[in-house]
């Protein structure tokens, strides 16, 4: 049965007692309102290590938009049902209090592949990102840790942050988990009406669209003019951002000449949707 604990004095206690046995602990972070996805993320989690946490933790530090926050679905029950019968051993899911404590007063932040994209219009985002990634890497103690594909940028940051701070922590990326019809997976979905339902899986056919242009030698100027316009005529009606990046740095390409991958962010009525993909 999965444990729940919220000190990280006791959980320190714990995977300590672990390591001791000589048993590799591997952490899926999440925010909850968990999904398939997560699952996911959790089933690699239960198959590269010996122990698994799953942390839950709505963290204020990352989101720029305090209604979003608000707004963000939360079910606690629902999830720890979940990680019940995936054999999870703990969810550590901390107060803000335990991990803001009063006179807290540090941010981790990461310069250049956080800047564009997602931080170019979500200002302070990902320093939220990094700073709670890295205390619940500490708290954790973990050796390994899953994230999703779907947070592409979000991913590279972490591997950025560990590369740079020496974390003795393995990053695993895996791939997004989709719908069948091919909305990549998200908590935020649930907040979709059912004609934005409809709509929303247009934004993952655009993208396949815009990557076969950009694989056939199109410049990427090209491409995704056409590709914005599809999806404003889809009925997105605002696109944030619709980039061609490299994998590796996430610089900006003017064509598709190496590993790349297309991202996106754009809005369905009130709830902002992400995806990418492999170019």
Request: with cysteine.
């Amino acid at each position: 049965m999965t444990q729940v604990i919220r000190n990280s004095a006791e959980l320190r206690e714990k995977v300590a007692g672990w390591k001791r046995s000589g048993m590799l602990v591997g952490v899926v972070p999440t925010m909850g309102a968990l999904h398939e996805g997560h699952m996911s993320l959790v089933a690699q989690a239960r198959a590269q290590s010996d122990r698994v946490i799953v942390t839950i933790f709505v963290n204020p530090m990352q989101f720029n938009n305090p209604d979003d926050l608000t707004k963000y679905p939360r079910n606690e029950a629902k999830d720890v049902a979940l990680l019940d019968q995936a054999g999870v051993d703990v969810l550590f899911a901390p107060g803000v209090e335990e991990v803001y404590p009063t006179g807290f007063a540090t941010t981790v932040s990461i310069t250049g592949v956080s800047e564009p994209m997602e931080g170019a219009h979500r200002p302070g985002h990902f320093d939220g990102v990094a700073t709670v990634v890295s205390k619940l890497f500490g708290m954790t103690q973990a050796g390994r840790a899953f994230f999703g594909e779907k947070d592409w940028q979000q991913l590279q940051v972490v591997r950025r942050l560990v590369d740079d701070l020496n974390i003795p922590v393995k990053i695993i990326g895996c791939p997004t988990i989709r719908e069948e019809d091919g909305l990549a997976m998200s908590s935020r979905n649930v907040r979709l009406t059912a004609q934005e339902r409809q709509i929303a899986p247009q934004m993952h056919h655009i993208l396949q669209q815009a990557a076969t242009q950009l694989r056939g030698g199109a410049l990427a100027s090209d491409a995704l003019t056409s590709a914005r316009a599809a999806f404003l005529a889809a009925g997105f009606h605002d696109v944030e951002y619709l980039e061609l990046a490299s994998v590796e740095g996430l610089r900006l390409l003017p064509a598709a000449n190496e590993p790349a991958r297309l991202l996106v962010a754009a809005w369905l009525g009130d709830v902002r949707l992400i995806d990418n993909i492999a170019v």
